[in-house]
């Protein structure tokens, strides 16, 4: 390599790329994209830059006032209307590090990010949804959108995850139940979302699934933000340091990261670790973010292309071919299209030309260049496809172009590179061979583009499969192209086989048949026997290319080809489809490496997203094959496991170390089927911002709005293929075999006590990480966790002389019994190492923790106690022993009466509080509660003399005969007193009632109570009508007596009770 091109790749490796970047303290780039499924709606932009400038707030205050939200760039949907929207330059929904989306099922509004590296390793992306945005009832439930913000900004930018646990939300500590969390100073209530006090599960002895925890809405501490950023009265918004840190927490963040605190992995492993070691805090609040909202029309691609004279014979057909490809299938309808050619000099075949029809498509296709010769001039070339791009509005901001070559450059490329680089156009770059000028990479990445790698060997078809990756999603899978499957063959025969297409695909289907040297014979058949003959499809003789589109929905089923040659040649066949229907996206695979330049110190990872409208697609068979610029290939099957480089098991990421790395420039080709129909969507969660059931107030729970239900059931799949080209990679390491590794770190250690042996299960590693087979494990126990985890050679040896290592991938699962008795209540914790036949030793695996609960400790009826951890206290009493209390009150109570007698039900006291054992009880009872409460010694006696206290916690349930016979209707109270060794008595405890009622043997002759009381008031309206019937006749009758002038004093007496009572009088 000569001194020209030392110096540009020294320049671009020290310049920045399309990424975050710190620009003094504030971050810039930070690219936010709404999905083109959302519709227009521009109080969301106004929402985002609200969101984004409280966070920036809050960021600032949580790492010391270092850091804070300088620059923004929101991309809204081309379908948007609006004068305000600039154009985007190398901004895409792709490469977004915060996506507003439709909801993902497996969280609904619930905001996540997708992260499945290392910890340390920057993840995909933040995923919030426009209703998240918008409902403001969703603040009281995740917390302000600023904090939500930062929480999952930690897990974007600096690789730390959740200290919450959805799966395991309690475990044990000293024998104490306590919640997942962090820091240790949350303080909190145990409660169903009934508000009933918390049950125990009699297999875990552990709270039952319906339990949860309650956070204090007002709490004395500082550190929440990976926890609950909901907690908006934390005296200050922080990450967990390492003196607050809960190192026990079954949580991801101590599982992934070795038990470090959140505070730690930020300033010791993240991508910013050196830059917030240098940086200096703010003296003055940070000012507030700035934005920018831009616009990705319709595409604008310049392909230019080397015809130099090494590209002469298979080079330049193959790149006609895989152009062919992509003019004809990939580049969407209404795109602009042009094409430069370049060696000695550059030369413009067609300007940019919009593609409006099949016939716009094949005359570019015609013009494709076919014959090779001269030297590389990429900067004539580069050049001439940016002054094309220029023909179309005056700029090349946000313009394409798609630059291939198969050799060095014969020009000095520091002279136009650099420029091309700050044009604002995005730069996808294709090496072809190993020759290709090494400064690809590097200006792809700098512009955002792909970078892809292109061996010799035709079968392959890595060119085609590049030019096929080329593509800019804007959030809409229903309208990008899918590979469905690509296969090849040397024969002189036939070449025969199937493509799936599956239910979820069918529009725009088509299979593209390449040949070397002859036309073949072909046809297809659909799954209803239709048979698709040559004549039916299009022949581009130039490009050795036939083409069938299937018009319409292609029928989901097998189509079946024929292929027949007579001369020896590679045939290849490549299925590509979109979407059947526009509600519905297709099954999706995303290919990457998790270094895109690896210089042998940091093992390299192959990564596989299967998915649906973000549906993860599980128990699906994944290769990935890694080809190098010379042609050779490795196959890898990738696996979902959770064990190894797979960071979750069945989270449908699909991972792998690659260990056979080879110096120089490689391709990443994947394809997954599902052939036998066991793949299934899950709606696995893998964090996200918690969703908090309520707090506690003043002692009262407040539950929060209950959380929209999303399917746990796993969704059967049906059968489908696919196939994705992954960026390309580079390989530069010291000498001239790769690093030896040693077996990778165990992910998935796990601990059970059962009696006095210990059951351990993980994971098989390999010799090389995760390939082969290890010669040996070191397990060793602690009874401190912090102790083995700073020191893992300190801790109890456990003898594993009888284990042999499985290979890498297996389950291993083994009793151990230690050398004393486990007693009850013992938390132990366990830790592996392995070792490879080179000596080499593997990380310590994650801190297994198992406890011994025997189930007489804790009642699984029992109701759990609230929890809370406070700050630290004084004690100060007279003399040199601490004060002796007498057992605890009794607030649980119950009685029942049965027959003649009584059952009550109480959990058992202590000798002192609820430590120890009570010595005896007294139970008086009463007809009377008011006497009962104020004088208990005047209550009736039961007698006890068979009752023997159980321990402190224990469920006591007694059945008493009383001295008399229990009348039906009667109704008695009862309330005990319990007494320790030293006579010290316990207060009262809760008066319980209990009433013996008895059913009425006799039927009531109306069964109906509306009937009852009609009956009622006819009988008493007769009644009165007869009353006052007789009056009137006394009264006539008498006043007739005393002779009155009936005829001139004629008057008509009213029944009234006035009347009634002068009348009796």
Known sequence: MDSRMVLVLLWMLLSSSTGIKLDGNGYVDVTIAISSRVPQDNTLIDKIKDMVTKGSIHLHQALDKKVYFKEATILVPPHWNSTEFTKARTESYENANIRIDNANPAYGDEPYTLQYDECGDEAQFIHFTPNFLRDDTLIKTYGSRGKVLVHEWAHLRWGVYDEYSETNPFYYSNGRIKATSCSKNIEGQFYEESRQPCQTDPQTLLP??????????????????????????????????????????????????????????????????DALHSLKPLLSSPPAPTFKVVQRMHRVVCLVLDVSGSMKGSRILRQQQAATHFLQTIIEDQASAGIVTFSSNAKTLSPLTTIDSESTREKLIKLLPKVAGGETYVCKGLNLGLQVLEKDNGDVMGDEIIFLTDGEATDNINSCVPAAIKSGAIIHTIALGDKAAKALREMADKTGGKFITASDDILSNQLLHGFSSLTIPTGDQTKDPVQIDSVGKKTSDWFNGTILVDQTIGNKTSFTITYETSLPDISIQSPNDSTYKQIQMHHYEAAKTITLKVPGTAQPGDWKYSIQTKISQSLIITATSQAARADVPPIVVKARMNQQFSNGTKPLIVFAEVSQNYMSVIKTEVWATLETESGSAQQLRLLDNGAGADAFKDDGVYSRYFTQVKKGRSSLKVRVKNLDGQAKFTTQKRGGAPYVPGYVVNGVVELNPPKPPVSEEPLEVGRFTRTATGESFEVAFTGSTPPNFPPNRITDLSAEIQEDSVFLSWTAPGEDLDQGTAKSYEIRWSYDLQMLRESFSNGHVINTSAVSPLEAGSVEQHSFNLSFTIQNGTTLFFAVQSEDKQNAKSETSNIAQASKMLPDSLSSVQPLQSTATRECFEVVFTGTTPPNFPPNKITDLSAEIQEDSVFLSWTAPGEDLDQGTAKSYEIRWSYDLQMLRENFNNGHVVNTAAVSPLEAGSVEQHSFNLSFTIQNGTTLFFAVQSEDKENAKSETSNIAQASKILPDPTPSAISNPGLNLTVLIISLCVVTMVICFVVAVITWSVRRRKSFDISSNWELTICNPTTLEHFLK
Do not use: W
């Open 208 to 273: 039952t699934k319906e339990c949860k925890f309650f956070p204090n809405k007002y709490q004395n501490t500082d550190s929440s933000i990976m926890f609950l950023p909901s907690l908006d009265s934390v005296s200050n918004f922080s990450f967990c340091r390492d003196k607050e840190h809960n190192y026990e927490a079954p949580n991801l963040q101590n599982k992934k990261c070795g038990n470090k605190a959140t505070r730690t992995v930020i300033f010791e492993d993240s991508v910013d670790k």
